[in-house]
Every structure is written in C-alpha cells, then in structure tokens.
C-alpha cells in the first residue's frame, strides 16, 4: 500500500513539473502592453514645451480622440514615424500630442523645423518623469486614448503603416 | 543627568535606524523592479535610460511618503505585473506562493506516517 503511494505521488510531481515547464516554455516572455488597453489614464501633468503652463486631463477631452507621442530629436526610429503623424494631423476627430522626451529644446526645434510639425500640442518631459505616469519604457512610443481617456491602443516603436491605418479606421467608426 | 545622555543616545540611535532603513527600502525597491529594456537585470543593476528614470521616480515617490507597497502598485498598474519580480498574490499565481508550504507539511506527514509506522514494527 505504501510503495503503491510513494509511486502514485512519484507520478504526480513528476507530471506537474513536466506541465510547469511545458506552459512556462510555450509563454512568450517579451513584455507586452496589451494588459494596459482599456485602462484609465490619469495624474496627467505635463509641462508645455514653450509656453508657462501644465497640459492637464481636461486638455485631452478636447477632441473625440488624443494621440499622445513621445518622441525626441535623437531618436532615429521617430523620424520612421514623422511622415505618419504629418497625415494624421488633417484628421479633425484626433488631437495629437507631442512629448518631447529628454531632449535639448534647440534641438527638438530644429527636428520639428525640418520634418513639419504634426501636433496639436507639445509638451517636454526634460527627465522623463511624466513618461512612468503613461507606461512609457523607450520610445517613440504612442497612446491613443477616447475622450474619457480610456487607452484604446498602445504602439511600441514607430507608427507604421499598418499602425496609421488602424487609427484612422478607429475614427471613421465614432 | 545619567538618565538624560542615555535617553539623548536612544533617541540619536532611533533616528539612526530609521535613516538606515529608509535606505535599505529604497535599494529593496530597485532590485525588486525589472528593467523591461535588459536581459534579465533589476532596475539596481542597470543603468539604461529606463532604468534611471524610474529611479528617479521611485525617488520621487519615496520623498512623497509613499510606501513600497504603493510603489509596487503605482508601477505595477503603468507597466503590468510584468515589471515585479516579486508578483503580488493572484488567482493565476496561487499555486506558485502557496506550494513551497504544501510540500512542507506533505513532506512532515509523509515523515511523521514513517516513523509511526517503524515504531509500530
């Protein structure tokens, strides 16, 4: 009776070890945002760019739908992007928002002087404080959000095509 | 006089302590929160731009008063369960805080059944 629950138990461990490593090999491990959609954004505080005053929530219900873009002028990737955000900005149902990310303000100048200047507003995140508060973990990264600041999808690394023709199909639907 | 240097060292070795610990939190706090730009570092060991930045803020948060359990849950609803490498207990984890306990007191029946049993032969 004893060997036959020594086995028993024997074949239970060695099943649930084999099933650990069989679930937790077949996980991706990459990091992911997707748990972050359909999250509220809030404590928004952002210091505007180059006027004397803060880009609060209210700030972002202006318009149906807000494209927050954290960018700088010594990313590379960002300008991949630019040409996207330069035809989003016709679109009048999406506000977008620039956040300059630890960048010299003569030099984020110069950027938007040379590519065009896509946004509706643009803030600056000089140590990259305000960039935790949106989940940000390297950019560009971008956010868009409703009207009730609900994330309605995060892009990792620049927008693409295919990234551009999603944001234009979410506001053809409101 | 006596009682009073004495009372005068408590008091200096209280706030000693609390200094001390207040820094070890912080330090406790780094190596507990992934950097999710490197390969397998604690935000402690990096230096990457991610990582100075939350840094930074966990700072920021600590200055504010804030206690590591807040901290964990203010990073942990920007960035997801992902960034702890000490996950908080949920449904989806149980198994993984509450087996080490199982298999101890499995373990100690096992034993104490043994023994009764080489006892009673």
Known sequence: MGIKIIKLLTFVIVLFIISVFFISLNKSSFYNTKVLEGQKISGINLNHFSEDRTIIEKDLKKNNFTLINFWASWCGPCRLEHPFLLKLKSEKKLNIIGVNFKDKKSNAINFLKELGNPYNELAKDEFGRQSINFGIYGIPESILINKDLVILKKFIGPISKKDYNFIKNVIKKK | ?121
């Open chain 2, 1 to 121: 006089m006596k009682l009073k240097i004495i009372i005068f060292f408590i008091l200096l070795n209280i706030n000693s302590i609390k200094a001390e610990n207040l820094k070890a939190n912080k330090n406790e706090i780094f190596k507990n929160i992934r950097c999710l730009i490197c390969q397998g570092q604690s935000v402690a060991d990096s230096n990457s731009e991610f990582a100075q930045t939350i840094k930074l803020v966990i700072n920021d948060q600590i200055n504010e008063g804030k206690s590591e359990k807040e901290i964990y849950i203010f990073l942990v609803e920007k960035y997801g369960e992902w960034i702890v490498y000490k996950p908080p207990f949920s449904k989806t984890n149980f198994l993984l805080w509450t087996l080490p306990y199982l298999v101890f007191l499995i373990g100690g029946f096992v034993i104490f059944f043994i023994v009764r049993k080489n006892k009673e032969n």
